[in-house]
T-cell receptor, first 119, second 117 residues
Framework: DGGITQSPKYLFRKEGQNVTLSCEQN?????MYWYRQDPGQGLRLIYY???????QKGDIAEGYSVSREKKESFPLTVTSAQKNPTAFYLC??????????????????FGPGTRLTVT | AQKITQTQPGMFVQEKEAVTLDCTYD???????LFWYKQPSSGEMIFLIY??????QNATEGRYSLNFQKARKSANLVISASQLGDSAMYFC??????????????FGSGTRLLVRP
């Protein structure tokens, strides 16, 4: 089955430790994304990668880092510099596509998420 | 400025009835796309429906339809014949041009829908 996997589902860390969240996709999508969701809120973009070895900061990149060495993988590291790391983290990927009217489609497919708790 | 606004933090609907979830947006880009996602308690985001700004007809996907009113900048989600499994958070999102050649999704704050038996 094609899809996006994130591991682990729940993660607990002590304050001051770096932690890496895994994201793997076998959909052959070029673009991959990391979002953060806080309780009762929508998603905010952390980082985005359009192709291998290239990525851009999103709206809330401070305290986070990423790598994109393979098309299938886009791990996110939450560093000790992130002041409020406790949140739900969602990874997504998207293909390129067009609708019948010729517009870009860019539907994003999401993984199941990782809930990170830092104490 | 808020680009996607969902004014209903929570809604109730009786099973088998229809419900409309509101979404308004703000953009100056003539080419844009609007999405609705469902997020059950498990946390995964499930794509429901998409509307492109040039699409002449309102999008429909099974029990989901999108009431697209371009002049009013609204893209309301209509769920017909509600089921208990429809209880979830619903997010409206807009595709926005970013970095001149890429796109990102801007999400609203969501509406929590509870379906009553």
């Amino acid at each position: 089955d094609g899809g996006i996997t994130q591991s682990p589902k729940y993660l607990f860390r002590k304050e001051g430790q770096n932690v890496t969240l895994s994201c793997e996709q076998n959909l052959n999508h070029d673009a991959m994304y990391w979002y953060r969701q806080d309780p009762g809120q929508g998603l905010r973009l952390i980082y985005y990668s359009q192709i291998v070895n290239d990525f851009q900061k999103g709206d809330i990149a401070e305290g986070y880092s990423v790598s994109r060495e393979k098309k299938e993988s886009f791990p996110l590291t939450v560093t000790s510099a992130q002041k409020n790391p406790t949140a739900f983290y969602l990874c997504a990927s998207s293909p390129y596509g067009e609708t019948s009217t010729g517009q870009d489609f860019y539907e994003q497919y999401f993984g199941p998420g990782t809930r990170l708790t830092v104490t | 400025a808020q680009k996607i606004t969902q004014t209903q933090p929570g809604m109730f609907v009786q099973e088998k009835e229809a419900v409309t979830l509101d979404c308004t947006y703000d953009t100056s880009d003539p080419s844009y796309g609007l999405f609705w996602y469902k997020q059950p308690s498990s946390g995964e985001m499930i794509f429901l429906i998409y509307q492109g700004s040039y699409d002449q007809q309102n999008a429909t996907e099974g029990r989901y339809s999108l009431n697209f009113q371009k002049a009013r900048k609204s893209a309301n989600l209509v769920i017909s014949a509600s089921q208990l499994g429809d209880s979830a958070m619903y997010f409206c999102a807009m595709r926005e041009l970013w970095m001149d050649s890429s796109y990102k999704l801007i999400f609203g704050s969501g509406t929590r829908l509870l379906v009553r038996p």
